[in-house]
């Protein structure tokens, strides 16, 4: 074992006992999601940031925009930036002002334990391939470091994030050489490309905002105004940090002649830049960051489905639930979600293409509930649920019979003109339970 593994292990060895330290003194089921909302603005700003800074920005974009351009990368890292930013100018106030502990919560009083229970599961399935990106990260690493097959590798990944989240006892040469469109920003001026464009702008920036990590992300924060703050500080800071190995990416064909090789296994180009490239010690830096940035996104990938998947569903299986059962079911969730998000890992190993996944699913079933349920009194129940199924029924049809990403597109439009028409059709009589 060379000295960067010793270097590194002795890292994660620390990051892992910290996470243990930390899990002793969760007492109830609000520590373990919202860490007591009592985060200050600086901890805050950077909970969000590295909820989105991980293995899909690193691993993921890079070799994108190496094959690509901007137009290859606009889902992420812009799309990211975009859902923060979105969040802290329009959604953080009005999430913060509810007393509740998950966006399942949320659907249940404003549109009532049907949609409580078909977003929670709409929720949670959105989580497996984001969840599985990271496990496949955290096995890229260690199979760099130590030499070991991918396979094995994954399962370290998953073991490391388990314990550490339960208490479970020249550039100038390189531009010149880019293919004319590199580095344009917007997409030719024909109907189907602006539809790609909008759909990639979509999956991240508008399918992430109904979800539960930003939620409890939000509602950790100690106040209002230091979540709104927040989610603007770590939009700016994710996008000066993304485009770093966007960068690195761009010098990858010129600096190594069988990029072709590593662009096809994709996820290999960055750690092997570094490691051919940047001394020992730098390596030791790089490597540690990566996998510190790896397992903070992880166990912010787990905590939040499994977070709907205790208070949400399992729950109601049991007549009896005070807050001390609540807690175990949330840490009995996490090997759940862990367990089939590694199945995922397993079977489907492009980081890129598992976060893609991961955002569609909730852009097309829960983005437009969410946007209606926050600024409008209006939509019941009933039309909620239908935006929902027309939403999904529609990106499937299109996912099946299609060939490219405009399904998120079509999904999305057709969840908001379902919620239209269900407004007319089941006009609402009661009042919200929930005021924002």
């Known amino acids: 074992m060379n000295l960067q593994a010793i270097f590194i292990l002795a890292y994660l060895a620390i990051t892992i006992g910290i996470g243990v330290y930390a899990a002793q003194k969760v007492k109830n089921s609000k520590d373990f999601i919202l860490a007591g909302r009592s985060l200050p603005l600086p901890i805050s700003t950077a909970a969000l940031f590295a909820t989105w800074f991980g293995s899909e920005t690193i691993l993921g974009s890079s070799v994108e925009f190496a094959k690509g351009g901007f137009l290859a990368v606009i889902q992420d890292p812009f799309g990211g930036a975009l859902c923060l930013f979105l969040l802290g100018l329009v959604f953080a106030k009005y999430l913060y002002r509810m007393q509740i502990l998950t966006f399942g919560d949320f659907y249940k009083n404003r549109y009532g334990k ?63 050489e880019k293919p004319d469109g590199f580095f344009s920003f917007f997409p030719k001026s024909n109907y189907h490309d602006w539809t790609l464009y909008l759909s990639a702008w979509m999956v991240v920036g508008f399918g992430s905002l109904p979800q539960q990590d930003i939620f409890q992300r939000v509602m950790s924060a100690k106040s209002e105004k230091v979540a709104i ?65 790896i397992l903070s996104t992880a166990s912010g990938a787990i905590l939040a489905p499994s977070s709907i998947l205790s208070e949400n569903i399992l729950k109601y299986a049991f007549k009896e639930m005070n807050d001390k059962k609540l807690l175990l079911l949330s840490r009995i969730s996490v090997l759940i979600i862990a367990g089939i998000s590694f199945l995922l890992a397993v079977g489907k190993p492009s980081i890129y293409a598992l976060v893609e996944d991961s955002g569609g699913i909730s852009l097309v079933t829960l983005f437009i509930p969410m946007v209606f349920g926050l600024l409008s009194q209006r939509a019941d129940e009933r039309s909620t649920l239908f935006s929902l199924f027309v939403g999904i029924g529609t990106w499937l049809l299109l996912e099946i019979y299609g060939d490219d990403m405009t399904s998120h597109f079509y999904g999305t439009i057709a969840s908001l003109v379902a919620i239209l028409i269900g407004m007319y059709l089941f006009p609402k009589k009661e009042k919200s339970q929930v005021t924002t």
């Open 114 to 176: 049907k949609m409580e229970f078909i977003a929670g599961i709409c929720l949670i399935f959105s989580y497996f391939g984001w969840v599985a990106a990271q496990f496949v990260a955290l096995g890229i690493m260690v199979q760099i470091l130590f030499g070991i097959n991918q396979f094995t590798a994954i399962v370290i990944g998953l073991v490391v994030v388990i314990i550490q989240l339960n208490d479970v006892k020249p550039i100038w040469s390189s531009i010149s």
């Open 229 to 293: 703050r927040a989610s603007y500080y770590s939009s700016v800071l994710y996008l000066l940090f993304a485009l770093i190995p966007l960068f690195l990416g761009l010098h990858a064909k010129s600096l190594l002649p069988d990029f072709d090789l590593y662009a096809e296994s994709g996820q290999l180009l960055i750690p092997t830049m570094v490691s051919k490239f940047v001394s020992p010690w730098v390596q030791v830096l790089f490597f540690s960051a990566l996998i510190s940035a």
